[in-house]
């Protein structure tokens, strides 16, 4: 087996061949036994990549902000509510608010890092 790790070539499947050493300048290479796949992939599926990987954040999100109008309509709508029922209202629609807040916050804090690990990604040297 040569020392030159392998790749595999243009359109031919499971067939490898050896990477010139000049072709990858400034980068030692140590041998550990692994197989290395290389996925060739578009601009567009890259982008489809970012854009589905959303997580739990936004999953909160929604539920969340539907809770707290859910919470916000009892408050505005039942006439004659008790005092200590319209308080438990008052409590589960301002928590609802603060976490629609948060869970938002998060979810816009990771659509931005996919979009600029996705940037990342196209501004490698190729």
Known sequence: MSAEPLIPPAGA???TRAIPQAALPGTTVEEIP???IIHRVTDQALDALASTKTGLGLTFFGITIGAS???WIVLKTVPNLPAD???I???LTAAGVLLT???GLMSLREG???RGLV???RERPR
């Open 13 to 15: 499947e499971g067939a």
């Open 34 to 36: 692994r197989l290395l």
């Open 69 to 71: 109008i859910a919470f």
């Open 85 to 87: 029922s319209r308080t």
């Open 89 to 91: 209202f008052f409590t």
């Open 101 to 103: 807040l948060f869970f």
């Open 112 to 114: 931005l890092e996919n």
């Open 119 to 121: 940037k990342r990604i």
